[in-house]
């Protein structure tokens, strides 16, 4: 969220920012809104302070025997008393108003992030080693898949509908392998404390993170009101929601390895076929919290923690600078690692890792106090996938075909595959 106080001082700033991001002027409504708020206090506090001065001015008229003043005064003051309620209310439908309109604008862009549309207005920030060259024909992941007897989508809708899939034997061994190889690559070589978290939060969690009120139909939401988290960044980000941390303890960095629950609201007709768009699949997240001056170079590091997980299992891939129109609304500033995928003979998204400066923390009301500082600051909160794991299990399939259509085990997965080195076709 940004501050209102800051959209008053700089409107013209924040009106070029949503322009960037392809968004319509807001400043002007934004301070009327405000200014509305700001008459609405002022009422209430004009009559509280009528209210107390009032009273006093009642014992000195009872003093002075002007009993005729102290009625009149008494009559001000039960006036008042029936009013205030009125006014107070006023006061916080105008709060609620503000911080309602303040909760959809999406994040000011860092001056250094590219002015762009979409996604063919991203630039590319480095390129990590080279497409695979075979002699044979590549297949798409779910081609691969089925031919093994391991990946059943058949199954899987009989059970729960479209966009979810039913892994088996050396296939779900595998998911599983990619899993405990990244998050033990980012707790045991990285610097992340691993954490175990709920996979159901309430609203004011959802909202910290940015994805409530604007985003509620990409989520799902339980009978009893909690909501199924998208990404684990929700509740990694959230643990420090409503704290004053100490500087010198900063940065902070989780990881968990979750499942993440996607409704895919606004892709009808994308990727219906196989695992790219699952309303269910796992995720290792990455999760940093810093002071200010931090978050930018702690971004370029937690970017570089996601691209080790693809150099080790030596999959090509590029690393994208996202432009101003691409962006996730809480971000400041992203990278998307596109690993390429053989059968697809394209890029596709694995990993995006954004810092979001303040916006995530004044949400939550996470701060922070220097040693020799009696005022607080509000955190930098940041964000990545370390990576997708169902999407790395494409690539793994896609990259490491043989022409016999079985499928080499990359050597960093090794030791978690139980002294399996290649799939193949089931029995």
């Not at 299990?393 to 960093?412: F, R």
Request: aromatic share 6%; proline share 4%; net charge negative.
């Amino acid at each position: 969220m940004l501050d209102i106080k800051w959209i008053r001082e700089n409107p013209e700033a924040l009106d070029a920012a949503l322009a960037k991001r392809g968004a319509e002027p807001l400043s002007e409504n934004l301070i009327a809104i405000d200014e509305k708020r700001r008459s609405a206090i002022q009422k209430v506090q004009d009559m509280l302070s009528r209210r107390n001065s009032a009273s006093k001015e009642i014992g000195a008229a009872m003093a002075q025997k002007n009993s005729e003043l102290a009625e009149k005064l008494k009559a001000e003051v039960a006036d008042l008393k029936v009013l205030l309620p009125s006014a107070e209310e006023d006061e916080r439908q105008a709060t609620e108003e503000l911080n309602d309109a303040l909760s959809r604008i999406p994040n000011v862009p860092h001056d250094d992030v590219p002015v762009g549309k979409d996604e063919h207005d991203n630039t590319v920030a480095r390129i990590v080693g080279e497409k695979p060259r075979w002699n044979h024909t590549p297949k798409e992941h779910f081609e691969i898949g089925e031919a093994l007897g391991y990946m059943d989508f058949e199954r899987a809708a009989k059970l729960s509908g479209s966009r979810f899939t039913v892994l088996t034997g050396p296939l779900a061994r595998l998911e599983r392998a990619l899993g405990q190889f990244m998050i033990d690559l980012h707790t045991n070589e990285h610097g992340y404390t691993e954490v175990s978290s709920p996979l159901m939060v309430r609203d004011d969690a959802m909202f910290g993170t940015g994805q409530l009120p604007k985003f509620a139909e990409d989520l799902f939401k339980t009978t009893d009101g909690r909501w199924l988290i998208p990404t684990a960044e929700v509740t990694l980000t959230n643990l420090v929601s409503g704290e004053i941390l100490e500087q010198e303890k900063l940065p902070l960095r989780f990881t968990a390895l979750t499942p993440s629950f996607r409704s895919e609201a606004g892709s009808a007709g994308r990727d219906t076929r196989g695992m790219l768009r699952q309303h269910q699949f796992w995720k290792c997240e990455l999760v940093s919290i810093t002071d200010a001056e931090s978050s930018l170079a702690e971004h370029e590091r937690m970017t570089a923690c996601a691209e080790e997980v693809l150099k080790r299992l030596g999959l090509h891939f590029r690393t994208m600078t996202l432009c101003t129109g691409d962006m996730g609304f809480g971000a400041r500033k992203t990278y998307d690692l596109e690993v390429w995928l053989p059968g697809q003979n394209t890029y596709r998204e694995i990993s995006s890792c954004s810092v979001c400066g303040d916006f995530q923390a004044r949400r939550m009301n996470a701060r922070y106090r220097g040693k020799e500082d009696k005022a607080t600051k509000f955190v930098h909160t940041l964000n990545g996938s370390g990576t997708a794991v169902g999407r790395c299990l494409i690539a793994v399939l896609e990259n490491y075909l043989n022409e016999d259509g079985s499928v080499t085990v990359p050597d960093a997965l090794l030791p978690y595959m139980g002294g399996l080195t290649k799939i193949e076709r089931a029995a």
